[in-house]
């Protein structure tokens, strides 16, 4: 018997948790942060929150948000019902062998059975499938039985559920609980180079000036190029007057593989792990 309250869940491609996906969409630290608040709490959770725990701007999420969507990253949102608190039916879980081969149609043909919920497709063992139905009473879960017969199925074991659990993925959150500084991401390439990612903190020296000006000054490093910047529903092409704005999401190249010195215009003064960084 399903017990869980009613919320809206979401569904997350498996191709995202540490395989790629066909589409070349890489995840970085904002989105992965994305991902973990949705998971948590899909229905309860705005952009603008979500944008406050990261320090972007509610558009930019939005935006990441709808990019996730358009690659395939997000596949869906559902309710998830207590069907024995709505009308007393019975959530019944089929363990079930499909030939090899056949485990993909079967499960479509599954999923036109009236009462199933879920249909789960298993790379391996003999239960490849696992269907998920609901039923009035034990005689509808029969029926149900006797359906999945008839798609060339074998039922191998069966059990009501009593209850169901949803939790976020965990590396995909922050590191403790406490509200982090902007986030930064590192692709490292060959020869020791680094492209950044990193949002702009409201503090940061860089916040109010130009490219050009930053670069005169020494705020920003002499070796440190900006390559991209997004900025809410926009991703900007950098030139020397471009100003650059607090919550913006800069992509910075680093041919020497500076770091952290080469990310110290785009913080906060006060508020970096290392006080000799500090200017």
Known sequence: MHKSSSYISYDIAEETMGRGNDGGYRLDEIDRRIV???????RNTSAPAIAEEVSVSGATIRNRIAQLEEHGII???HATVDFEGADGSLMNLFLCHAPFGDVESAARRIGTIPGVVNVRELMGGRMNLHVLAVGTNTSDLRRIGRELENVDVEIEDEVLL????????????????????????YISLTGGAEVIEVTVHEAAPIAGRTL???????VLNGN????????????????????????DVVTVFSPDGAGESALEGFQDPEGRPRPSSTT
């Open 162 to 185: 009593q209850n169901e659990h949803h939790y976020p993925y965990t590396p995909y959150g922050p590191a403790d609980q406490r509200r982090l500084e902007p986030l930064a991401d």
């Open 212 to 218: 050009e000006d930053a670069a005169e000054s020494g």
């Open 75 to 77: 596949e869906g949102y």
């Open 36 to 42: 973990y608040a949705l998971m948590a709490d899909a």
């Open 224 to 247: 440190t190029l900006v390559i991209a910047i997004e900025r809410d529903d926009a991703m900007l092409t950098p030139h020397g007057d471009t100003e650059i704005r607090p919550h």
